[in-house]
């Protein structure tokens, strides 16, 4: 038998590979641990992934905040990669929330995050804030990853809060980053 190059088996072949790519997230969240230290604080409302339709999935938030107005936060950042076990990878960094949502430059890998964040969050204001802190359907896109040197792999970033010198509570999400190829 010879195999033919039919237009039509190259295009069925090309439409199959976008189908298997699009249905193959490159980026995407497998896990979410909330804990707030203190009731008198904070309560967790909410805080989950869920399946909002083929290979997407949706985060949500909603910290019940029970001290306000919050004037000054602060969080560190960890970026872990797992190995054997969690390892911290690449970034540790600490940030002052209000001085940042201020002038964003200068905490480049923050600015990325948030950026991912802030368009699903009522936390994209500057300081103070007077509200409960929700994030609501947060889905990763492609693009995010783009800018961020970072190998396939299992990865946890780490927000440990603290607001008024005193640390509040701590944020947990795991990603799956599947380029498709080594980098
Ligand atoms: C936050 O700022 C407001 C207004 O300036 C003030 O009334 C309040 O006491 C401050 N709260 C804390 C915890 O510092
Ligand atoms: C990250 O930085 C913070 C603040 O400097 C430090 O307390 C913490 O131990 C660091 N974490 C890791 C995993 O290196
Ligand atoms: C956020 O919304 C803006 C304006 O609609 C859009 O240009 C941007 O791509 C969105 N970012 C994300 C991460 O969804
Ligand atoms: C915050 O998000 C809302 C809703 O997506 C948007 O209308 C607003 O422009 C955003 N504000 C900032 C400062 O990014």
């Not at 909330?34 to 904070?42: A, D, G, I, M, V």
């Not at 989950?48 to 985060?59: H, S």
């Not at 002038?103 to 990325?112: A, C, H, I, Q, S």
């Not at 804030?129 to 896109?141: E, G, P, T």
């Amino acid at each position: 038998m010879r195999l033919q190059k039919s237009p039509l088996g190259v295009c069925s072949y090309v439409v199959i590979l976008w189908l298997l790519c699009a249905s193959d997230a490159l980026f995407k969240f497998t896990n979410i641990k909330c804990t707030c230290y203190e009731k008198s604080f904070c309560e967790l409302r909410r805080c989950e992934l869920k399946v909002l339709g083929r290979g997407v999935v949706g985060l949500f938030l909603h910290a019940q905040a029970n001290q306000l107005p919050i004037n000054t936060s602060s969080c560190v950042l960890t970026l872990f990669r797992r190995f054997n076990g969690y390892r911290p990878f690449l970034y540790n960094i600490t940030v002052d929330i209000c001085s940042f949502l201020k002038n964003r430059k200068r905490y480049p890998f923050f600015d990325l995050v948030y950026d991912g964040i802030r368009n699903f969050s009522n936390i994209n204001h500057t300081c103070p804030y007077n509200h409960d802190i929700i994030v609501n359907r947060m889905v990763l896109n492609d693009n995010m990853i783009v800018k961020v040197p970072v190998p396939s792999g299992f990865y946890k970033l780490k927000f440990n809060l603290k607001t008024d010198g005193v640390w509040r509570g701590e944020v947990e999400v795991h990603v799956e980053v599947n380029l498709g190829f080594d980098r």
